[in-house]
C-alpha cells in the first residue's frame, strides 16, 4: 500500500491550496485518515481527523479555515487550507489505518506518506 500526497506548493497569505493524498495497493478498507504536518525544528503535530463515517477534527490553530474531507470509492483524503497564514509552512503528511488483503485474509496496518511541501509567504 502506498499513500501518495499532491497539491503542495507556495501560497501567499491569505491564499488557499488544496491536497489530496491517495492509497493505492491491496487496499480492502480505510478508518479514520489523518492530516499531519511538521514545521522545521518542530514536532509532527495532528491538524485534522476524519473517520470513516465523516466525522472531522481539526487542531484549534486550523478551525475555520481547513476542512478534512475524503472519497472512499477513490481511498482519497483531502485538505482544503483557506486563509493561509506563514505559520502554516510545513511538511504534510497523510496517515491512515489501511486493512490490506493478506495471504490470511485481512490485516489493518498504519501507512504514511511521503509529504508534500507547502510554504506561505509573499
Known amino acids: 500500500v502506498q499513500l501518495v500526497e499532491s497539491g503542495g506548493g507556495l501560497a501567499q497569505p491569505g491564499g488557499g491550496l488544496r491536497l489530496s493524498c491517495a492509497a493505492s495497493?491491496?487496499?480492502?478498507?480505510?478508518?479514520?485518515m489523518h492530516w499531519f504536518r511538521q514545521a522545521p525544528g518542530k514536532e509532527r503535530e495532528l491538524v485534522a481527523t476524519i473517520t470513516s463515517g465523516g466525522e472531522t477534527t481539526y487542531t484549534n490553530s486550523v478551525k475555520g479555515r481547513f476542512t478534512i474531507s475524503r472519497d472512499n470509492g477513490m481511498n482519497t483524503v483531502y485538505l482544503q487550507m483557506n486563509s493561509l497564514k506563514p505559520e502554516d509552512s510545513a511538511v504534510y503528511y497523510c496517515n491512515a489505518r489501511v486493512t490490506i488483503a493478506t495471504i490470511e485474509g485481512t490485516s489493518a496496518f498504519d501507512y504514511w506518506g511521503k509529504g508534500t511541501l507547502v510554504t506561505v509567504a509573499s
Open positions: 495497493g491491496r487496499v480492502v478498507d480505510i478508518s479514520a
